[in-house]
């Protein structure tokens, strides 16, 4: 295998994600002591004798009584070793899992770990699909073959040179014992599932665009710089403190009042979708699922910020305050949310419509806030900017929360909506049904399409929404006021 060592990759080097290969790198030390790790002998695949091997059930069973956890807990931590390359394969390479069972693995060669940062370039892999092509005569996996027209494509002009490469390096092999030749097929095959995963498949050696300076490095000393930590420092005294105790008893409180919401945490009812690849939760989850969960339902409670940042808790609100005749709290709410997070394009004009719904005299949803407040706010609106209805927002927000909120706790609308919320059943799922489920995945959708989606699910309801006649009418008769009067007709 063909790595240039003379350039190193600088996006990995800085990066947080070091210190979890780190860890990783120390747990894989002590489960190769000969002492106290895992017991590793030699294994026969076939009619091959593999030195050195260790089966999954091994590797399992030392993590569970290292770390004192389960056996779920023990194969996600061996899972994630065979993820980063650490433990190879060496019968399935199609998935990077550690099977409860006598499949065999092997450590890989330190030369192999992330931490070595050899920049995984296009020119290797081409060698390396060469190769294997060589080997099988033609016959690579589906993806591989892609792969191997794309650079072939694209590396028409040195293709001479990277299949000599591969015939050498398959020459060279041939020359090795068949007990080594297996161990490093197997070991450069795991090396580029790692880092050229098959599609479908998360990569876990993902790290996003390359850093090509260092954050942690030490700045040049200037007088802007002193003016700065000066600066900082004064408006760190200026802060209002609170102790300690209080604080670390709000964070007792919230995680104690999150815990059982928190799917990494407790059980995910019907199923964790981290763990299992089932869609149930996410389907049950959806932003405007006609019928929400117990789980969901209960967050509710917990605070007013919770209730608006669940859409669907938002739709139970607004039924409630309709009833009360008070839903237009709620929609000037939204409408600045909207305003704030909108297009920049749009901002004056949706800063004039709010003002004349919500705000002018005889608006149609007209809002009380008190005279100062509307004094600011109205003379924000001459310069519109996002952040002009800030202290109207504010006041609306404090006023459902106060009064609203509480007697929205206490109505029927909300307790018909916990009557109505369903409690999946946990639902078990077979090694095999897993593997099915793992085949089955598929990446999320675009940011972009929910964003469509959303706007046509907006669409739809402001179609479905009840007509102001009295506003239509006055839009007509101001269209009408501001057209250009018709030319006289030409005399013949």
């Known amino acids: 295998m063909t790595i240039r060592n003379t350039l190193r990759d600088h996006g990995q080097r800085y990066r947080p994600r070091m210190a979890c290969l780190k860890k990783a790198e120390k747990v894989l030390l002590e489960m190769q002591d000969p002492k106290t790790g895992v017991k590793s002998q030699p294994q026969r695949l076939v009619i091959t004798t593999i030195p050195h091997a260790i089966t999954g059930e091994d590797i399992l069973s030392w993590l569970a009584d290292r770390f004192q956890v389960d056996t779920q807990e023990a194969r996600n931590v061996g899972s994630m070793l065979v993820a980063l390359g650490y433990i190879y394969p060496l ?13 065999l693995y092997r ?18 892999y081409a060698i390396y699909l060469a190769k294997r092509n060589i080997r099988k005569k033609g016959i690579l996996e589906l993806h591989e073959q892609e792969q191997y027209n794309r650079l072939h494509k694209w590396m028409n002009h040195k293709w001479d040179f990277i299949v000599m490469q591969a015939k050498e390096q398959y020459r060279a092999a041939k020359e090795r014992k068949k007990p080594d030749r297996v161990v490093f097929d197997c070991q450069e095959r795991a090396y580029w599932v790692v880092h050229r995963p098959p599609p479908g498949t998360v990569s876990a050696m993902d790290y996003g665009l390359e850093r090509r300076i260092e954050p942690n490095a030490d700045e040049t000393k200037t007088p802007d710089f002193y003016e700065r930590i000066m600066i900082f420092t004064q408006q760190s005294i200026m802060r209002p403190r609170v102790k300690s105790s209080v604080s ?39 932003t405007n699922v006609a019928i929400p969960t117990k789980m969901r339902v209960e967050r509710w409670t917990f605070s007013f910020g919770e209730l608006l940042s669940d859409p669907r808790g938002r739709d139970d609100f607004r ?38 719904t919500f705000l002018a005299r005889g608006a149609p949803r007209w809002i009380n806030i008190d005279g100062k407040t509307m004094e600011i706010t109205v003379n924000g609106l001459k310069h519109p900017h996002r952040y002009v209805l800030d202290a109207a927002q504010t006041h609306i927000y404090m006023l ?93």
Not at 248 to 275: E, M, Q, R
Not at 416 to 445: G, H, M, W, Y
């Open 91 to 103: 019968q399935d390479h199609k998935r990077l899992v550690i099977k409860p069972d006598a499949s």
């Open 107 to 124: 450590f890989q060669t330190p030369y192999f770990w992330p931490t070595q940062q050899w920049p995984v370039e296009d020119t290797d």
């Open 248 to 286: 670390i008893g709000a964070l007792v409180k919230y995680c104690a009042t999150y815990n059982n919401h928190d799917p990494f945490l407790s059980k995910c009812l019907p199923s964790n979708p981290w763990l299992t690849d089932d869609i149930t939760y996410w389907n049950l989850n959806m």
């Open 319 to 356: 039924l409630f305050l309709k009833k009360e005749f008070s839903g237009e709290n709620l929609a000037f709410w939204e409408v600045c949310e909207d305003l704030r997070w909108g297009a920049a394009v749009t901002m004056r004009e949706k800063a004039e419509q709010i003002y004349k």
């Open 400 to 492: 459902m929360k106060k009064d609203s909120y509480g007697r929205y706790l206490k109505s029927p609308v909300f307790k018909d909506t916990v009557k109505k919320a369903i409690c999946p059943e946990e639902q078990k799922f077979t090694d095999a049904q897993l593997e099915q489920n793992a085949k089955n995945r598929r990446p999320s959708l675009s940011p972009i399409v929910l964003r469509q989606q959303e706007q046509e699910q907006r669409a739809k309801m402001a179609a479905n929404a009840p007509v102001d006649i009295t506003q239509v009418m006055s839009k007509l008769s101001k269209q009408g006021k501001e057209a250009p009067p018709c030319p006289p007709p030409a005399k013949k």
